[in-house]
């Protein structure tokens, strides 16, 4: 789909959710009723979705839209990179998922990479702030941030977990099929850069 046509339907919905959110007259929730619609049409027109798919993922947000957060867990063994490959699309990414209500960022990563690789770790540092829209991502109907955290290995022997297949160490020069919509091979390659220069700064766009 046209990417100027994901942004507009994602703005309206914003502004849509902002007036739901604080409007109080009458007739301006009507009118923002109508605009959420709109949004919804757009979307489902120039995306291939199903109008009703649409319509639900909107309704079920809440108050002031704010973008979503993705968490990674960045974990290097003798110069590889943890690596899951992804059940749903078969592709690899770095352990991670969706940041959850009463975890912090550290916490999360420590989740997720326990849940999808079977190891514990340290949470260390952050490496990484990225919009998801500036990189070679697919398009996506939500706003996203992507946290990249350094963790410390633990030694464990890795095991997939539910919603992974496999758990590899991968090396730099072997990157395999990747999860687009969880990781690019830029990013890959900004993680194995932390590894070379552990000095090197955050990120952030």
Known sequence: MSLDWLHIAKELQSLAQAGLTYGENKYDIERYQRLREISAEVLAHYADMP????????????????????????????????????????????????????????????????????????????????????????????????LFILCEDSGEIPKPGMETTDVAWIDRQDIPKLSEPRITTEQIGIMFEYLDDPGKIVMCD
């Open 51 to 146: 109008l009703e798919k649409v319509r639900f993922l909107f309704a079920s947000e809440e108050g002031y839209l704010t973008p979503k957060v993705d968490i990674r867990g960045v974990v290097f063994r003798e110069g590889k990179l943890l690596m899951v490959r992804e059940a749903v699309d078969g592709g690899w990414a770095l352990p991670g998922g969706w940041a959850d209500v009463n975890y912090s960022p550290f916490e999360i990563a420590e989740k997720e990479v326990f849940e999808e690789a079977g190891i514990r770790v340290k949470p260390l540092r952050l490496l990484a702030v990225f919009d998801k829209e500036k990189h070679a991502h697919p398009p996506d109907i939500y706003h996203i941030y992507k």
